[in-house]
């Protein structure tokens, strides 16, 4: 009786929070609610995958998303400075791309941001070169 007595009460509370159906919400009130927050770059694509394409991230906007965890702290010997990028740098930017793309040492290809382009990869490498 207890637990026929507790199954009511739950479930009366749940409906008692339940919402009624909004008349109100129109086709595209909920089509813009549904609607997707991002999009995804793929390089070289030309057609919109958005209602607002955004198109590809800036070299600081990738390193801020993936690139800083290891790059702006040094974490497993990432090149962080000046120093520590300058040998680097001088094996050319071909090198430090194909490093960047396919990992090298503890670094995982694309610094785990697979969703990255190449040419946003790239953008980050010379955001992070360049300070």
Not at 34 to 51: R, S
Not at 90 to 98: F, I, R, W
Request: hydrophobic share 40%; aromatic share 6%.
């Amino acid at each position: 009786m207890k637990k026929l007595t507790a199954a009511v009460l739950v479930m009366l509370a749940t409906t008692a929070y339940a919402q009624p159906y909004d008349k109100s919400m129109t086709e595209d009130a909920i089509k813009k609610r549904l609607a997707p927050v991002g999009a995804v770059y793929l390089e070289g694509d030309k057609a919109a995958v958005a209602a607002e394409p955004t198109g590809p991230r800036s070299g600081e906007q990738v390193y801020q998303g993936a690139c800083f965890a290891c790059h702006g702290t040094g974490a497993l010997g990432a090149p962080k400075s000046a120093d520590d990028w300058a040998p680097r740098i001088a094996k050319g930017k071909d090198t430090l791309l194909e490093h960047a793309l396919n990992g090298f040492n503890a670094m995982p290809p694309k610094g785990t941001c697979m969703d990255c382009s190449d040419d946003e990869i790239s953008a980050a490498i010379d955001f992070m070169t360049s300070k």
